[in-house]
């Protein structure tokens, strides 16, 4: 197990400090041209199913479309999003259309949990959407509910009733969850674990992510799971081999343009060179 890290592996503060003007700028550039080119690309979209609205009578196809705006707005404009999800879910109800009204549930719990904070609204429509996805016997939907729900309890610092949540889902999942979907539950409910200061049970899941026989293929496509590996590595006190996760990390979400991802990563591996060098100071 390697306790020190080379300092070679981080920017010296001096450097950081006359490079941090130009990081700034580099980050601010990539993410207007990028937000740039995906406004354009999605008001075209947008503009071409509302179109397609006008053209339709009050039909399941006309919620269908309704719920692509709300989707497409989700990102750029909650404001919007929560507009036209409403018009879905209306329309919905009129023509008894479930599986239209159960998207349009879906959507806005998450656009209240992710984009624009509501809690009530947010528990609101997802206690809707699961009464739905119940009724019509959809175990998906049931699924990504009970993680919404979960990610729902650990942001109001509920972690053991977050835990439940994400072990319900896998349950329910077993036999047709996706392999990336259930190492990203693991990493959660070792989260929740850590919140809760036990960090042998945290432990335990995070090597059912290290351990898992597709873990190389799957950290080079998913930064998510890449940082939850630069985790474990940290509590073991292997400041290398988690820079270097993080490290991956960096460049699958530059790839992916992910200028969140970037930030919280940048933000990390500045936290890791924290502790690298105070446990050096301790041996």
Request: charged share 25%.
């Amino acid at each position: 197990m390697t306790n020190n890290l080379n300092e070679a592996y981080f920017l010296k503060p001096l450097l950081r400090a006359r490079l941090k003007p130009y990081i700034l700028f580099f980050l601010f550039f990539i993410s207007s041209f990028t937000t740039l080119a995906q406004g354009v690309e999605n008001r075209d979209k947008i503009d071409s199913l509302i179109v397609r609205l006008s053209e339709l009578d009050q039909s399941p196809e006309k919620v269908n479309v309704l719920n692509q705006i709300t989707e497409i707005f989700q990102r750029i404009d909650a404001e919007k999003a929560k507009e036209y999800g409403s018009l879905s879910v209306k329309l919905a109800r009129k023509i008894e259309y479930k599986e239209g009204k159960l998207k349009a549930r879906l959507i806005l719990g998450e656009i209240f949990l992710f984009y624009n904070v509501n809690v009530i609204e947010a528990f609101s429509n997802m206690n809707q959407a699961m009464e739905l996805a119940v009724a019509l016997d959809d175990e998906t939907v049931q699924g990504k509910l009970l993680e919404d729900m979960g990610y729902l309890s650990n942001m109001m610092g509920d972690y053991k009733e977050a835990i439940q949540y994400y072990h319900l889902s896998l349950m329910l999942g077993e036999n047709r969850i996706q392999v990336y979907k259930k190492l990203d539950i693991y990493g959660r409910i070792a989260k929740n674990y850590l919140a809760l200061g036990d960090s042998s049970r945290a432990i335990l899941y995070y090597e059912r992510i290290k351990d898992h026989p597709d873990i190389d293929r799957l950290s080079d496509s998913s930064q998510v799971i890449t940082m939850f590996l630069s985790d474990y590595y940290v509590m073991n006190g292997d400041y290398e081999t988690s820079l270097k996760y993080a490290e991956k990390g960096i460049e699958i979400a530059l790839r992916n343009e992910d200028n969140i991802w970037i930030s919280s990563i940048y933000s990390f591996i500045g936290d890791l060179q924290f502790k690298a060098r105070k446990f050096s100071k301790c041996d």
